[in-house]
């Protein structure tokens, strides 16, 4: 099964079929509520990393448990999408990228399964986690699904801008232009909020993992108007059908794969 997180502005999957919502319980919290269907022809799951009512912020998600509820159910693959502020002048807005890698700018978060607890990790069986892992990131957005994503995009004359470093700040306030020039000198392409723990969750539950970066907004200081969420959103309702193509493509393809 295919699965998609999808964060501000995107709250549901166009054309949906079958639609089933379930409460999945995790060993990190719940239940979290995981809707499931056919969509092109192929098992979907989603999961609104805001709730459906948007009503969740940024810091407070659970990012654990929806990972973890993913993996239960038999989610192999996700694709998320990451609202996000442009640090590079050269992604205007409605720019959809390909991420791949992060810097972290976020504390207080749970960052880890492998928190020293021994609970069973993300199968809601009876074995324990070992208490210290580390876990490579040297990939951590994972190259043979973002590649599926490139090939979906030339298959919808999408134009996707392949790679770029995605910085996780911990909102729910924007960044300062202070903050975005720090970003940039360290290498930031993009800039959000829920990026991590996500991806890093996502690769120690040994998931395959990408994410599509789409560009709302110039980030602080470097547009000529403050940040405004009904800009941001209002942005967001013209980018979704090219989004979703792009994303339906994805799954066909990576469905393709899977039976070859």
Do not use: K, Q
Not at 32 to 47: L, Q
Request: one cysteine or more; hydrophobic letters at 40%.
């Amino acid at each position: 099964m295919f699965g998609l997180i999808t964060g501000s502005g995107f709250t549901d999957v166009p054309d949906l079929a079958d639609r089933v919502v379930e409460a999945v319980d995790t060993p990190f919290g719940g239940p979290v509520r995981v809707t499931s269907g056919s969509w092109r022809g192929h098992d979907v799951c989603f999961i609104p990393r805001h709730g459906s009512d948007h009503s969740i912020p940024t810091h407070a998600i659970n990012y654990r448990a929806n990972i973890s509820a993913l993996r239960t159910i038999g989610v192999r693959s996700v694709l998320a999408t990451a609202v996000s502020g442009a640090i590079d002048p050269e992604l205007p807005p409605g720019s959809l990228v390909s991420i791949s890698d992060f810097l972290n700018f976020t504390s207080g978060r749970d960052v880890t399964f492998f928190d020293g607890s021994r609970r069973p990790i993300v199968l809601g069986g009876s074995d324990e986690a070992p208490p210290v892992v580390h876990t490579d990131m040297t990939n951590p957005y994972d190259p043979g699904l973002r590649s599926i994503l490139e090939r979906a995009a030339a298959a919808e004359s999408i134009d996707l801008v392949d790679g770029a470093v995605y910085c996780t700040a911990d909102g729910p306030r924007f960044e300062t232009p202070a903050e975005i020039r720090m970003m940039a000198m360290l290498g930031g392409d993009l800039v959000g909020m829920t990026g991590y723990p996500e991806v890093a969750l996502a690769v120690e539950a040994g998931l395959r993992y990408a994410s599509i970066g789409v560009v709302s907004n110039p980030a602080a200081g470097l547009g000529s108007e403050p940040l405004s969420v009904a800009d941001i959103l209002s942005l967001i309702d013209d980018v979704a059908e090219p989004l979703y193509r792009l994303i339906g493509r994805t799954v066909e393809l990576a469905a393709a794969g899977d039976e070859a």
